[in-house]
């Protein structure tokens, strides 16, 4: 069982920036892909970014160019950082881990919130 504690999120104003950060309790973390996803009201969950072990990174296009993934194996975390926020960027952000690489996310955080202001 793999627990992901995000932290970071908060308020602030379009154009502002916010740090995620998700600590993963598993050792094995060097190996997983993890994952950063969004829920705003009233709408699906979505992807927003994925780091592999390999540090390659993939975004969603309403992200990239202001967001960027990272991760610190010798602190078993990943973050997001997140710069030029808009008002649109306001949702419920989850961090998620893949264990066997490739084969989906099986274990999630609990989300920490993130709402931006015009």
């Known amino acids: 069982q793999v627990q992901l504690i995000e932290s970071g999120g908060g308020s602030v104003q379009a154009g502002g920036s916010l740090r995620l950060s998700c600590a993963a309790s598993e050792r094995a973390f060097r190996t997983f892909r993890m994952g950063w996803f969004r829920q705003a009201p009233g709408k699906e969950r979505e992807f927003v970014a994925h780091?592999?072990?390999?540090?390659?990174?993939l975004y969603a296009d309403s992200v990239k160019d202001r967001f960027t993934i990272s991760r610190d194996n010798a602190e078993n975390t990943v973050y997001l950082q997140m710069n030029s926020l808009k008002p649109e960027d306001t949702a419920v952000y989850y961090c998620a881990a893949d264990t066997s690489p490739g084969g989906g996310y099986e274990y999630w955080g609990q989300g920490t919130q993130v709402t931006v202001s015009s």
């Open positions: 780091i592999w072990s390999s540090g390659i990174t």
